[in-house]
């Protein structure tokens, strides 16, 4: 219960635009997001976004990326505009409960290469 299917990855080129999706199923999450890890780095947060709709974004994608979601679905979005190859990275769907439990997706290749 409660697993994060994830979809929308793929290769680009600098300059383009990716939409990522994740749908929930089982259980109503409290915040959705995103996280990536690039070869040899932590995994770090891109975005993240409340059931109210308050997101917040990492400075490195601010102005570029958009997260979104739509309760109705459960499901949650990533718009990434304006890719750079330091962009390329494993995106992971995140996922939290009130209570605190948390749900990780299978992850997603996203590579930004001319």
């Known amino acids: 219960q409660g697993q994060l299917v994830e979809s929308g990855g793929g290769l680009v080129q600098p300059g383009e635009s990716l939409r990522l999706s994740c749908a929930a199923s089982g259980i109503m999450f409290s915040t959705m997001g995103w996280y990536r890890q690039a070869p040899g780095k932590q995994r770090e947060l891109v975005a993240a976004?409340?059931?109210?709709?308050?997101?917040n974004y990492a400075d490195f994608v601010k102005g570029r990326f958009t997260v979104s979601r739509d309760n109705a679905k459960n499901t949650v979005y990533l718009q990434m505009n304006s890719l750079k190859p330091e962009d390329t990275a494993v995106y992971y769907c995140?996922?939290?409960?009130?209570?605190?439990?948390?749900?990780w997706g299978q992850g997603t290749q996203v590579t930004v290469s001319s």
């Open positions: 976004i409340s059931r109210g709709g308050s997101a």
């Open positions: 995140h996922a939290r409960t009130i209570s605190g439990s948390q749900r």
